[in-house]
């Protein structure tokens, strides 16, 4: 049987940061951003954030949506969904809704699964039992076929 073969382009951006810029600091949006370059800090985006294939971020993202085709160095909150791609990394903590990585997609970390919106990192500390989700493949891979987690 034939899977269709599903892409994820994030629609299209308001604001790129090209393949050969650096941004430091905190990045603060309303609008979809994509980025091919560098970020170090911190990004908040009320839209979506895609981290392109040549895009290499090490900062927390808090967004609607984060698609990760490139590398990621710092924690998640998606109020939506986290979508790693085959040649996306990351490398942190992820506080989503809905979580697909697609075979070869890299996630080193942990998940926690929403039920509701997000809520802040600290308020998180605080719950007695959040459901925990880790990749568990070569090196943390994913398996052989696309995964979806959805909190219940």
């Given at each position: 049987?034939?899977?269709?073969?599903?892409?994820?382009?994030?629609?299209?951006?308001?604001?790129?940061?090209?393949?050969?810029?650096?941004?430091?600091?905190?990045?603060?949006?309303?609008?979809?951003?994509?980025?091919?370059?560098?970020?170090?800090?911190?990004?908040?985006?009320?839209?979506?954030?895609?981290?392109?294939?040549?895009?290499?971020?090490?900062?927390?993202?808090?967004a609607?949506?984060?698609?990760?085709?490139?590398?990621?160095?710092?924690?998640?909150?998606?109020?939506?969904?986290?979508?790693?791609l085959?040649?996306?990394?990351?490398n942190?903590?992820?506080?989503?809704?809905?979580?697909?990585?697609?075979?070869?997609?890299?996630?080193?970390g942990?998940?926690?699964?929403?039920?509701?919106?997000?809520?802040?990192?600290?308020?998180n500390?605080?719950?007695?039992?959040?459901?925990?989700?880790s990749?568990?493949?070569?090196?943390?891979?994913?398996?052989?076929?696309?995964?979806?987690?959805?909190?219940?």
């Amino acid at each position: 049987m034939l899977k269709k073969k599903v892409h994820y382009s994030g629609g299209t951006p308001d604001t790129i940061i090209g393949e050969h810029m650096i941004c430091e600091g905190k990045m603060i949006s309303e609008l979809a951003i994509r980025i091919e370059g560098q970020v170090h800090g911190e990004i908040e985006c009320t839209n979506d954030v895609t981290i392109g294939e040549k895009g290499n971020v090490q900062a927390n993202i808090q967004a609607r949506v984060v698609i990760i085709a490139g590398k990621v160095k710092g924690d998640i909150v998606a109020r939506e969904k986290l979508i790693i791609l085959k040649s996306g990394e990351l490398n942190g903590n992820a506080n989503v809704r809905t979580i697909i990585i697609e075979d070869g997609g890299i996630f080193h970390g942990i998940c926690i699964m929403q039920t509701d919106a997000p809520e802040s990192q600290e308020s998180n500390e605080e719950r007695p039992h959040p459901k925990l989700v880790s990749s568990k493949g070569k090196g943390g891979q994913a398996s052989s076929e696309n995964k979806t987690a959805t909190a219940n």
